[in-house]
């Protein structure tokens, strides 16, 4: 091996946009927001087929997410209305609270 060409090792994880605050992270940093069938659901395991979208499951993202004034969210190429936002919150803070009795 000559001197000069080795490459460094590149982080190979997925870097996703944040719906909530629309900056960029690692994919594990964030929770996956998954449509499917007329139905948007919190994908806390990330295996729900159809469309997804992220979210960091801090509070100000997700303030952000619900008080959006987007009428459709690109990612998911749906709309989603507030009171299924405030059910997408609700859900994440939820699991985030039984995270923490946990731990």
């Known amino acids: 091996m000559r001197k ?3 490459k460094p ?9 944040c719906i909530g605050c629309m900056n960029q992270d690692v994919n594990s940093a964030m929770v996956r927001i998954a449509a499917r ?4 659901v919190a994908d806390f395991t ?17 303030e952000r997410f619900v008080n959006a004034k987007l009428r459709e969210f690109r990612s998911l190429r749906r709309k989603i209305d507030r009171p ?3 059910k997408i919150a609700d859900a994440i803070r939820s ?3 039984r995270e ?3 731990e």
């Open 4 to 6: 000069g060409n080795h």
């Open 9 to 17: 090792a590149r982080n190979r994880e997925p870097v996703r946009t």
């Open 95 to 97: 699991h985030l609270a």
């Open 46 to 62: 990330r295996r729900v087929a159809g469309r997804g979208a992220y979210l960091h499951p801090q509070g100000e993202c997700i």
């Open 84 to 86: 299924e936002r405030l």
């Open 37 to 40: 069938d007329g139905t948007v």
């Open 100 to 102: 923490a009795i946990l």
